[in-house]
């Protein structure tokens, strides 16, 4: 059994799943998706914020819901039609129904002329307009006329924003937070591709003791960060020791991430080494506007200061499918999620080790008498590579580094390093210094 | 109007006023040159000392005056001429009346074959004795026989070093230290542009309220920074901030500095930032000998260490004209003079505005209702550049970056970041955290 | 006379007068070896430690000396001979007296095909067998037929470890420590390198008054610094500020050091900064197994923490002739050793005179009255080199450089900084800030 490609094509699945609900910063498509990770991890809390909640410098924006929308001609027929995608609508457009000529009508419309295919995703979310996005090749189509023009939608000030929180507490209060969001229309890279990984995350999580606990979040993008800071600034303040913005995680082009703010967090140094390690080659973006652009801005913002950094394949903003119809299931792949997994799990992992070790003795200690000493025996066996690594882990097991100290010094990955500290602590040649 | 180029002429014509007057590092040519100077600005304080007056390790110099000297041919006919120029007589020259065979007073000139329609600047403080210099073309033109040779100058044990100071109290007692040099015989760029950039500097600042003080000095090189310095070190090393020493700054071909003795001062990072984002490209050299030169040597000095910092545009011993009498007024122009007293006016700005601010609110702010959010009607507005400024400064005002970490870190010129912090102040999104 | 050449070809000498000698872990070839240092190092004392004693995590090892040691044929003809060269017996074989077939004696063999002129030294310390070493030239000439193999060696449970220990006590209880081996068989560079240049050292120390005291010791490896540190840790690590292991220092291809374990001590900024001078290029190994593999391995430990590293000119394992009889006293030079000797008595020097300076005046100082200004009467006097080196120096003696720190700083060898340095404590212009 491929396991890498079993959780791999699982979580395709997922997004396949979810993909056609209409998702926004608010609304009952947020609610459905939330229902189905709640079946996949039963802990999951869902809570509901009421709109007008003052956040911050924000407040919860009213809540809407759509049913339907469309253009018809004067035939009757959609030329524009919610239900074959819902990217049509501008999002949090309010509601209208009304004829309008072809030219009226164009000031409603958006499309890319460089991408006749694409439906492109445009949001008001904090000004009042409605709008219909479209393929440009269609819209070229569009004969002069009368259009009957409905959204059938609703922005309720008495509704909710809602939002999704897992919490698994381990031996220690010190928390990582894993963040993604559900709150985009039908897209799979920039979208789905972050909550999937992070419940196959949380799902592997769960399936054995933590020595840390974890904070898993699924919220609308900025103003959930906002949302959920607001409401849980001090404990979080007090416990994170590394966090994560899971977005953009599934297709197969590139490694990236966006630092924290200062750029020099245990968080930082940790993905660019698991990234250094497990990918060769990565990208990595200042926390500079615009590389920044998720809900590290809030995270990592003044006074919040969480040691956060965002974690993407493609990253948002870099890839020509990004915010429109493109970014759909064959953009993201079952290998480009399994890749995103692994690399949160080695993280993770490492996370869970880094403590730091001291050898029980002087000297460099006598590796032969307690079968420390990797065979010889085997050619091809890799035994003066293990050595090398035995030896230079011993070297560095002096009180003061981390395992992900010792593994920068001595160039390794820091998933190789733990199991010889394992080794090393059943020998009782190290011993825990800190955590 | 083209203020630039106005105020560039000016400075260069308050530079032809002044090259004729025979200064050295005593005598009634500095006094001349203060009064000029003294005109400019009111409030500047001309102090006389003493010659013999021990300070640090030196003593001020005999009072050095001359009103004629010549080399003439046995028919009388000047063949050397200190009123053609002041160059021709070696600086410090003790009084001398005789007659001298062509032999005996070839033993007395100095002229450079490499530079022959150049006469060098010969000097010699604190050893008697007496010469000419001239070009090497004429050198060579003397023919055998007697001359007459004439030095009409006096030095007097009982004279005085002068020099000049203005202080203009801000509403802080921090203070910025800007020293210019007003010793050399007639040269226009180790000389002249200094102190005439610093005069427009001066003029500058008394035009609008200070948040910082300012001590402005004119005086002879080395000699007077150690009689200044010994006269007021307490009072500088409380309250300078940063210093400049302005020397060679009026020619086009450069920008440069010498960095302070340990190279990181707040002046170092400061000239550095302006400098790059002013000239693109400009020279540092390290505070080694022979690249300093000039005054920093006592400013920086061991036990003095004052955060100053040598400013000029070819520095001096850079260019082929230094030293002699090529550095003249077609040397130094308008533009190059009003490039200087630009970097020195951005300099200030930004110290004046160097505080740390605080974001006052948690999380990313409102743009939108407050009307921060740059217009994107106009076209080719710069928009997105503008947005992306706001939103850097936004992110980095955390009560620990100046803004001048804030500008080094985002990759902007400080002076950019001003205005928005600014109207982020006028906002109250930010306060003053610290100066 | 050619001083250099001289203690050179002295050095050369001693290590011919050692090379026969059969040198192991233990042994009566160590005491003989020692015996001679003794006699050039008087005051060298010589320490037996008991076979058995524990020492950190090891245990001292039984005693071994062998008398003699062959592979005769039938005839009674030796086709390996102890006698001919001490390498042909594997280091610590226990004894034997048996017959062989051909086929058998193939099973006790070493021999390197790649270098079939080569003896390579092979030795067992911890694990018991016996076994003999060849040319594999000679090998591939061994013909079937039976063998009388002879081992005449004891191991004795009862016996002790032997090691040199030199100490010089200087005005300061500042330690030095300087660290070689003399346990293994005939072998030039990879051995008796390291002790003939530590014992002309030591020769050099002993000729004048010294402000820092040494501990020099004369030492099997690994074993040998487990042994020396159990016995003297605590003094070790409350004097020891700069330490060296000289090993491999007698060949001309190159310099060479390892780091110590965290690669910054003041040893490590030292040798970098010697060698850069003296040698120009030089290599540097990061303290990473393989490259470490001396006595720094046990100096260096988590808890030991000295600050140590290795000086070698080819280091051990990175020459052909590593580990065999090609390590000879060809490939080792006078002019080899003398260069290793230099550099030591160039470190030394420095650390002698490494003290912390401050000028005794403000501002800079007169250089004429005192006559320190560079003569500029010779031409190719070196007059602006010699300036430039004077007021660098002067500019830096601010109480808070050393003299490595001001050598660093303005680019020259720390040991043209010690003689201006002695000029100006003269005049009294500078004065002991600190050590």
Not at 318 to 337: A, C
Request: glycine share 8%; charged share 20%.
């Amino acid at each position: 059994v491929n396991v890498e490609v079993d959780i791999g094509a699982e979580m395709h699945r997922w997004a396949s799943d979810l993909f056609p609900i209409c998702r926004s910063l608010t609304g009952d498509g947020v609610r459905q998706t939330l229902r189905y990770f709640h079946n996949l991890l039963p802990n999951l809390a869902i809570h509901e914020v009421p709109s007008g909640t003052r956040v911050f410098d924000w407040n919860v924006p009213p809540e809407w819901n759509i049913r339907d929308a469309y253009v018809a001609d004067d035939t009757g027929r959609r030329v524009i039609d919610f239900r074959e995608h819902n990217l049509h609508v501008v999002g949090y457009s309010e509601p209208v129904d009304t004829w309008l000529t072809l030219d009226e009508l164009q000031t409603r419309l958006y499309s890319t002329p460089e991408q006749p295919d694409a439906i492109p995703l445009v949001v008001s979310y904090y000004t009042r307009t409605w709008g219909f996005c479209l393929r440009h090749r269609d819209r070229q189509k569009l004969k002069s006329g009368h259009y009957h023009v409905v959204v059938d939608s609703t922005l309720d000030p008495s509704g909710h924003l809602t939002y999704g929180e897992l919490l698994l507490p381990g031996e220690s209060a010190d928390e990582v937070l894993v963040s993604c969001n559900i709150c985009h229309a039908s897209m799979a890279n920039n979208e789905l591709s972050g909550p999937v990984v992070v419940a196959a995350l949380a799902c592997w999580l769960m399936s054995a003791p933590r020595g840390l606990s974890y904070r898993i979040v699924f919220i609308p993008e900025n103003i959930g960060s906002v949302v959920y800071l607001s409401r849980n600034l001090a404990a979080m303040k007090e416990r994170i020791i590394a966090g994560f913005v899971v977005s953009c995680a599934g297709d197969e082009r590139a490694y990236s991430m966006v630092a924290s703010r200062l750029g020099d967090t245990l968080t930082d140094r940790l993905l660019r080494h698991v990234l250094r390690h497990h990918a060769g080659v990565f990208k990595e973006y200042a926390y500079l506007w615009p590389h920044r652009g998720s809900d590290e801005r809030n995270y990592c913002s003044p006074g919040v200061e969480l040691p956060v950094v965002a974690f993407t394949r493609s990253k948002y903003g870099e890839f020509p499918e990004y915010h429109t119809s493109l970014d759909d299931l064959s953009f993201v792949t079952p290998r480009g999620l399994a890749g995103s997994l692994d690399v949160l799990k080695k993280c993770v992992s490492i996370l869970e080790g880094n403590k730091t070790y001291r050898l029980t003795c002087l000297g460099e200690p006598r590796l032969g008498p307690r079968g420390l000493y990797p065979s010889m025996n085997k050619p091809g066996s890799g035994y003066e590579e293990d050595l090398t690594k035995l030896m230079n882990v011993i070297a560095y097991c002096d009180g003061n580094h981390s395992v992900l100290d010792i593994a920068e010094r001595i160039g390794i990955p820091a998933w190789h390093c733990l199991p010889i500290i394992d080794r090393l602590r059943h020998e009782q040649l190290v011993e825990v210094a800190a955590r």
